[in-house]
């Protein structure tokens, strides 16, 4: 009997290489019919090549690929799905101006008898598939009208109606709401049920340990170990996938002898439905961390405060003086700066270089006469690149190379070499590796130690309690309470921001 053929998947010594990195090296897992497992280690272990590898988008160097015990090779994701395996990226695939029905059935329409598209059975196909994972919304609207966590269904959807018999998850809740995430984990444990297998690549440990089966960890590109997640707990996992263990990091918290005079104070700040009646002040030296579910207003909030929406009213008062933000340029004139959640989008560029990035915030510095002072940048952005330790082959690197965790080191460095008093960081370590989001939370801290005044906007509650010196907890637009971190827990925290039976005063 061959030795794989009670897998549904095996990974077989594979190996991927690129010019200067060893992507993969002898990798090899298995995966099994009516199993999650879970993928995880730091950005740059492995885990994009390998989901590359498995969907058809990468030929390996060496090492093969077996589904049901039986030898296959895959030179485009075509052939890939055609053999059962689909994914579903944290970038979601689809269409915005075509329906539900037109997304799942692209590229295979069914026709009619004139050889036309058959609409009427293309939506009752689209339907019956939706129902069978309790989907209310119509396969007629186009799916730039659904929210995210619908998006992510119809990319699922449009998986299994191909016949896939595997499943891979690349950061599936990176977008979600708590709610959406909830469900997306029902509808996983609904097709392990049905005999797929799944593979769920995340940053949160907290999901991969109560929704799969198995962990397989992978550091610098090779294979550390698979263990049966109810046998393992978080130490351990970390502990693999950086090589060493973690300090504490519950010492992060600044003292009040650290906090300086106020240099922000908002008052009464509003816009429309978004957020309404903000009050609070920013100290130097301190870490202010505004917590929210989805809908919150926290982001539209910090937005509205440099200046992207001129409709918001209210008063600001800027190391003393009354301000009025009508341009982020003007934010950073009076030195605010604000690092978006949507680093690829708003953020960087990824197409340039470490250099054409740092050229984009500190123009002043580097061209002050309109002359581009070459040597100059090179030094600033070096400069920055070692105080980081941003890993990068050159100053010259695109962007679109370097890992998750080294882009958001770049927009970091980026901004701080604008010398800002206010720096206002929105998700700061979201899609972000262990090691590098503990790498992160200590570089705030220090710039907090340094005299800095950082806003801190983040969705994930134990890094709010783990980086903040206070936390400004918001629910509908509403600013509930600020909490100094001693005072405050999980529990608490929780119950102000999703409790509509709880209310709390700013303070």
Same mark, same amino acid.
């Given at each position: 009997?061959?030795?794989?053929?009670?897998?549904?998947?095996?990974?077989?010594?594979?190996?991927?290489?690129?010019?200067?990195?060893?992507?993969?090296?002898?990798?090899?897992?298995?995966?099994?019919?009516?199993?999650?497992?879970?993928?995880?280690?730091?950005?740059?272990?492995?885990?994009?090549?390998?989901?590359?590898?498995?969907?058809?988008?990468?030929?390996?160097?060496?090492?093969?690929?077996?589904?049901?015990?039986?030898?296959?090779?895959?030179?485009?994701?075509?052939?890939?799905?055609?053999?059962?395996?689909?994914?579903?990226?944290?970038?979601?695939?689809?269409?915005?101006?075509?329906?539900?029905?037109?997304?799942?059935?692209?590229?295979?329409?069914?026709?009619?008898?004139?050889?036309?598209?058959?609409?009427?059975?293309?939506?009752?196909?689209?339907?019956?598939?939706?129902?069978?994972?309790?989907?209310?919304?119509?396969?007629?609207?186009?799916?730039?009208?659904?929210?995210?966590?619908?998006?992510?269904?119809?990319?699922?959807?449009?998986?299994?109606?191909?016949?896939?018999?595997?499943?891979?998850?690349?950061?599936?809740?990176?977008?979600?709401?708590?709610?959406?995430?909830?469900?997306?984990?029902?509808?996983?444990?609904?097709?392990?049920?049905?005999?797929?297998?799944?593979?769920?690549?995340?940053?949160? %440990?907290? &999901?991969? +340990?109560?929704? !799969?089966?198995?962990?397989? =960890?992978?550091?610098? /590109?090779? $294979?550390?170990?698979?263990?049966?997640?109810?046998?393992?707990?978080?130490?351990?996992?970390?502990?693999?996938?950086?090589?060493?263990?973690?300090?504490?990091?519950?010492?992060?918290?600044?003292?009040?002898?650290?906090?300086?005079?106020?240099?922000?104070?908002?008052?009464?700040?509003?816009?429309?439905?978004?957020?309404?009646?903000?009050?609070?002040?920013?100290?130097?030296?301190?870490?202010?961390?505004?917590?929210?579910?989805?809908?919150?207003?926290?982001?539209?909030?910090?937005?509205?405060?440099?200046?992207?929406?001129?409709?918001?009213?209210?008063?600001?008062?800027?190391?003393?003086?009354?301000?009025?933000?009508?341009?982020?340029?003007?934010?950073?004139?009076?030195?605010?700066?604000?690092?978006?959640?949507?680093?690829?989008?708003?953020?960087?560029?990824?197409?340039?270089? %470490?250099? &054409?990035? +740092?050229?984009? !915030?500190?123009?002043?510095? =580097?061209?002050?006469? /309109?002359? $581009?002072?070459?040597?100059?940048?090179?030094?600033?952005?070096?400069?920055?690149?070692?105080?980081?330790?941003?890993?990068?082959?050159?100053?010259?690197?695109?962007?679109?190379?370097?890992?998750?965790?080294?882009?958001?080191?770049?927009?970091?460095?980026?901004?701080?070499?604008?010398?800002?008093?206010?720096?206002?960081?929105?998700?700061?370590?979201?899609?972000?590796?262990?090691?590098?989001?503990?790498?992160?939370?200590?570089?705030?801290?220090?710039?907090?130690?340094?005299?800095?005044?950082?806003?801190?906007?983040?969705?994930?509650?134990?890094?709010?309690?783990?980086?903040?010196?206070?936390?400004?907890?918001?629910?509908?637009?509403?600013?509930?309470?600020?909490?100094?971190?001693?005072?405050?827990?999980?529990?608490?925290?929780?119950?102000?921001?999703?409790?509509?039976?709880?209310?709390? &005063?700013?303070?």
């Amino acid at each position: 009997m061959n030795e794989h053929a009670s897998k549904l998947l095996r990974v077989d010594q594979v190996s991927k290489a690129f010019p200067g990195v060893q992507a993969l090296s002898d990798v090899t897992l298995d995966l099994n019919a009516g199993e999650i497992l879970a993928l995880v280690g730091e950005n740059g272990a492995g885990k994009s090549t390998l989901i590359q590898v498995l969907t058809g988008a990468l030929e390996p160097d060496t090492g093969c690929l077996f589904l049901d015990g039986k030898e296959v090779h895959f030179s485009h994701p075509q052939e890939a799905e055609g053999a059962g395996i689909s994914a579903v990226y944290q970038e979601l695939s689809l269409v915005n101006n075509l329906t539900v029905a037109e997304n799942i059935f692209a590229g295979r329409q069914p026709l009619n008898g004139v050889k036309l598209i058959n609409v009427g059975q293309m939506n009752r196909e689209s339907r019956e598939w939706l129902d069978r994972f309790d989907a209310t919304f119509p396969p007629t609207v186009r799916v730039d009208s659904l929210s995210v966590g619908n998006q992510q269904l119809v990319e699922i959807t449009k998986a299994m109606s191909r016949s896939a018999r595997i499943l891979v998850l690349d950061e599936p809740t990176s977008s979600l709401s708590l709610q959406e995430a909830d469900r997306l984990f029902d509808l996983l444990r609904q097709l392990k049920s049905q005999g797929l297998g799944i593979i769920f690549v995340s940053h949160h %440990l907290e &999901e991969v +340990f109560d929704n !799969t089966d198995r962990i397989a =960890v992978l550091r610098d /590109g090779e $294979l550390v170990g698979i263990v049966p997640t109810e046998t393992s707990d978080e130490h351990q996992i970390i502990s693999m996938m950086v090589g060493r263990d973690l300090a504490d990091l519950e010492n992060l918290h600044g003292t009040e002898a650290e906090r300086g005079d106020k240099v922000l104070t908002v008052d009464h700040f509003s816009k429309g439905k978004h957020f309404q009646d903000v009050s609070f002040d920013l100290h130097y030296g301190e870490i202010l961390t505004f917590f929210g579910l989805v809908g919150s207003g926290r982001t539209e909030m910090a937005r509205a405060l440099i200046g992207m929406d001129a409709a918001a009213t209210g008063t600001i008062e800027l190391k003393g003086k009354p301000v009025r933000l009508s341009h982020p340029s003007e934010a950073m004139r009076l030195g605010m700066a604000y690092l978006s959640e949507d680093r690829k989008h708003e953020g960087l560029y990824l197409t340039k270089s %470490l250099k &054409e990035n +740092f050229l984009v !915030t500190n123009l002043d510095k =580097v061209a002050p006469k /309109g002359w $581009l002072l070459w040597d100059k940048l090179t030094a600033l952005t070096k400069k920055y690149v070692q105080n980081l330790e941003i890993k990068t082959p050159s100053l010259d690197q695109k962007l679109r190379n370097l890992s998750g965790g080294n882009q958001q080191k770049v927009l970091l460095g980026m901004w701080l070499a604008t010398d800002p008093d206010v720096l206002i960081v929105d998700e700061p370590t979201r899609g972000i590796d262990v090691g590098t989001k503990q790498e992160i939370h200590r570089m705030l801290r220090q710039l907090a130690r340094e005299g800095k005044a950082i806003m801190a906007i983040s969705s994930d509650l134990p890094e709010t309690l783990i980086i903040s010196d206070r936390i400004a907890v918001m629910r509908q637009g509403q600013l509930k309470s600020i909490l100094p971190v001693a005072e405050a827990d999980e529990e608490k925290i929780m119950i102000l921001a999703a409790s509509a039976t709880q209310e709390g &005063e700013a303070a």
